[in-house]
């Protein structure tokens, strides 16, 4: 008879295993992490989408609510607040394609 058919069909001139004892938890491969940090942060930025006025509050949470949906008062508010330069602000939008229509 056939060795694998044995195995498989559980013939009893089929050899008997071990079980294995339990083993720890394995750890994700590298490209599985990478995969998984991507879904988390495409799930942030629909998010975001959704509700942007609340993603400001929970990134800057001191932005005061009068101004949370407004994109020009926010970013004035953090000028002042946190000294970001006008340089500093073309540098990040140059990063973004999309904002820049690159």
């Given at each position: 008879m056939n060795p694998l058919y044995n195995m498989m069909m559980g013939s009893s001139m089929a050899p008997i295993a071990a079980s294995p004892s339990p083993s720890p938890v394995p750890q994700m491969a590298p490209m599985a992490q990478q995969?998984?940090?991507?879904?988390?942060?495409?799930?942030?930025?629909?998010q975001a989408m959704q509700n942007p006025?609340?993603?400001?509050?929970?990134?800057?949470?001191?932005?005061?609510?009068?101004?949370?949906?407004?994109?020009?008062?926010?970013?004035g508010y953090l000028q002042r607040t946190r000294g970001i330069s006008n340089q500093q602000i073309q540098q990040a939008a140059n990063m973004m394609p999309y904002i820049t229509g690159r």
């Open positions: 995969l998984m940090n991507r879904i988390g942060q495409t799930g942030s930025l629909l006025a609340a993603f400001v509050k929970q990134q800057f949470p001191d932005i005061p609510d009068q101004i949370a949906n407004d994109p020009n008062q926010i970013l």
